[in-house]
């Protein structure tokens, strides 16, 4: 791994959700940490509900981890 978490999950929108990139690829809009497991999921990690809180794989920016509502 380059040192970079792949998956980073960006600030929420004024319409609430939350863009997810994976290594610049756009993944789509979470609304729920179900839709972040099933990005995780889709790129064949196991366990991907214990990966959401490490840093190694998942980055949360602007905003609180886990909060999908509107800016």
Avoid: C
Wanted: charged share 25%; net charge negative.
């Amino acid at each position: 791994m380059s040192g970079r978490a792949p998956l980073i999950v960006h600030p929420a929108l004024g319409t609430g959700g939350r863009q997810v990139t994976a290594r610049g690829e756009n993944l789509g809009m979470a609304f729920s940490d179900e839709d972040l497991i099933e990005f995780l999921g889709r790129a064949g990690l196991p366990d991907a509900e214990d990966l959401l809180d490490d840093p190694a794989w998942v980055k949360w920016r602007g905003g609180q981890a886990h909060y999908y509502g509107a800016a």
